[in-house]
């Protein structure tokens, strides 16, 4: 088991949640990260190589169940626990209904409300996914 803190900061590949995953590095945390643009976290984990915690990447695409499942599953056979996730992921599309498609309907209701509530009993609870 690790000594140090463990966090998850999903949607760590720009705003909020990069600068969340940059400060929790900063605060000695071990802090895996997620988003689907791996070069961009690639990025952050350079830019915070020189902190006292750690950056570790994960990368894929939230709406996909697997994704998630295969996420947290990796996390707790690395590190043994999380102790903080910072669900950030999401998105929105602000469009006209007539010109919302069928993917981005089901897109973000996987990412902004599915993705959430999917990862967040296996995290805390270590509940079987
Ligand atoms: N900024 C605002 O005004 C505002 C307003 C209301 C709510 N919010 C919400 O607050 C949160 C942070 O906002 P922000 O402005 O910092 O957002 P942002 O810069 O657009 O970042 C969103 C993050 O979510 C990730 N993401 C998007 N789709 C994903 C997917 N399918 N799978 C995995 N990761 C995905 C993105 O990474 P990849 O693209 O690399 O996957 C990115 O890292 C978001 O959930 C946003 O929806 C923001």
């Not at 000594?3 to 720009?14: E, H, P, Q, R, W």
């Not at 984990?45 to 939230?62: N, T, Y």
């Not at 994704?67 to 056979?77: A, C, F, Y």
Request: proline residues 1%.
């Amino acid at each position: 088991m690790q000594d140090k803190k463990i966090s998850l900061v999903t949607g760590a590949s720009s705003g909020l949640g990069r600068d969340i995953a940059k400060l929790l590095c900063a605060k000695e945390h071990i802090v895996y990260v997620t988003a689907r643009r791996k070069e961009l976290l690639e990025e952050l984990k350079k830019e915070c190589s020189e902190e006292k915690g750690e950056i570790r990447i994960i990368s894929g695409d939230l709406t996909d169940s697997k994704v998630r499942i295969n996420l947290i599953s990796q996390i707790l056979k690395q590190a043994g626990k999380i102790d903080y996730l910072i669900n950030n992921a999401g998105y929105g599309k602000l469009i006209n209904l007539e010109n919302v498609e069928y993917k981005d309907i089901e897109g973000m209701f996987q990412l902004n409300a599915v993705a959430g509530e999917h990862l967040v009993a296996p995290a805390c609870c270590k509940r079987k996914l």
